[in-house]
């Protein structure tokens, strides 16, 4: 099984992309779920969302104490919440930001697998609001599944009823550029 929790904020699209992760990892062939976890419930509020995905039957319905992956939708969220809790090393943590290599090290003391995108970047290239599609890219390439043309398929399924044509389409660019972004930090 593979467990990813996703730190954000309200509002910036954590449950949705891990929704569209879950969705992804399905049409893979996958069992799956995805779920938010709110504190309080308002815009710009610390978050998290869940994605479990597995070859079995999936029976735990508990929140993911102990990822394999932590995704960091908002880099001010690093020193207000512990978003390394219960990652192992053998782990990986994938940060949007544009804070350089260095300091990101400082900051996370972290020694698995570091990877970075500067999804807010990308996203204004692309023409979206939110970096979360970004990210989604970035860390299906560095788990190297699902696969580029599985996630695209789910976005188009979970926005078809959300988004215009227009805006499916910058999302799809979105996520190509994350996928194709991402950035290994050496430890």
């Known amino acids: 099984m593979t467990e990813i929790r996703w730190h954000g904020r309200g509002g910036q699209g954590a449950k949705t992309v891990s929704q ?9 062939g996958y069992f799956v779920q995805a779920f938010p976890e709110y504190g309080p419930e308002r815009s710009g509020a610390p978050m998290q969302a869940y994605t479990r995905s597995s070859e079995k039957r999936i029976r735990l319905h508990c929140a993911v104490t102990n990822p394999d992956a932590v995704v960091v939708l908002d880099d001010s969220l690093i020193g207000e919440i512990n978003i ?24 996370l003391a972290f020694d698995g697998e570091l990877f970075s995108v500067d999804g807010n970047r990308l996203s204004k290239e692309s023409g979206v609001k939110y970096a979360n599609v970004v990210v989604a890219g970035a860390l299906a390439a560095v788990l190297g599944i699902p696969s580029l043309e599985h996630l695209k398929e789910a976005a188009a399924e979970v926005f078809e009823e959300k988004l215009n044509q227009s805006l499916i389409d910058k999302n799809l660019r979105a996520i190509e550029l994350g996928y194709k972004m991402c950035n290994k930090i050496q430890i």
């Open 20 to 28: 569209l992760m879950a969705m992804a990892f399905k049409n893979t």
């Open 84 to 107: 390394l809790e219960g990652l192992e090393s053998s782990g990986l943590a994938l940060l949007n930001t544009s804070i350089d290599n260095e300091n990101i090290k400082k900051q």
